[in-house]
T-cell receptor, first 114, second 112 residues
Framework: AQKVTQAQTEISVVEKEDVTLDCVYE???????LFWYKQPPSGELVFLIR????DEQNEISGRYSWNFQKSTSSFNFTITASQVVDSAVYFC???????????WGAGTKLIIKP | NAGVTQTPKFQVLKTGQSMTLQCAQD?????MSWYRQDPGMGLRLIHY???????DQGEVPNGYNVSRSTTEDFPLRLLSAAPSQTSVYFC???????????FGPGTRLTVT
């Protein structure tokens, strides 16, 4: 059965520390897509990244990087030199090619202390 | 482009009342969906649509109806509000379920 697990309910770090948010997924499909979304305290949901199952290249965007490893069914998200503005709830999600419903993780609340 | 718009932003209902949450998008997206988010929790899918005239149930459809008469609009109807429906409701749209979703700002609903 398809599933997305974000085992870290809440992470608290001091500004400028690096932090990694874990996402582990389960699927039987060979074609699938993985996403990360950010929900800052203001409440809106913001798309961060989409990755398909055939592209295992790591992605870097500024201070954000994503590590996709099919061998461990993980799609982890790292923030380098964290800033207070990174404080938010981060969601990982899975879309399977033959499923119209996205599977969402429970989210990880990230608190960056000044 | 306005993106995804939702109205109202806030609503208070009494138990048993009905209402419609409006959602519209101007990106010509075929896929639209409604989620609810309860405090401290993730997103739960209520209903979704893969195109005009086609809707289906998500994880928590009971107490809600949807219709999709146009590509742009996807209203969510609460038939007889219950306190358990107190939540924040998000509408989203995308080209397909495999593409990134664009979310509306949300509607905060309180049922007393």
């Amino acid at each position: 059965a398809q599933k997305v697990t974000q085992a870290q309910t809440e992470i608290s770090v001091v500004e400028k520390e690096d932090v990694t948010l874990d996402c582990v997924y389960e699927t039987r499909d060979t074609t699938y897509y993985l996403f990360w979304y950010k929900q800052p305290p203001s409440g809106e949901l913001v798309f961060l990244i989409r990755r398909n199952s055939f592209d295992e290249q790591n992605e870097i965007s500024g201070r954000y990087s994503w590590n996709f490893q099919k061998s461990t069914s993980s799609f982890n998200f790292t923030i380098t030199a964290s800033q207070v503005v990174d404080s938010a709830v981060y969601f990982c999600a899975l879309s399977e090619a033959d499923n119209y419903q996205l599977i969402w993780g429970a989210g990880t609340k990230l608190i960056i202390k000044p | 482009n306005a993106g995804v718009t939702q109205t109202p932003k806030f609503q208070v209902l009494k138990t048993g009342q009905s209402m419609t949450l409006q959602c519209a998008q101007d990106m010509n997206h075929e896929y639209m969906s409604w989620y609810r988010q309860d405090p401290g929790m993730g997103l739960r899918l209520i209903h979704y649509s893969v195109g005009a005239g086609i809707t289906d149930q998500g994880e928590v459809p009971n107490g809600y109806n949807v219709s999709r008469s146009t590509t742009e609009d996807f209203p969510l109807r609460l038939l007889s509000a219950a306190p358990s429906q107190t939540s924040v409701y998000f509408c989203a749209s995308s080209y397909s379920p495999s593409h990134e979703q664009y979310f509306g700002p949300g509607t905060r609903l309180t049922v007393t």
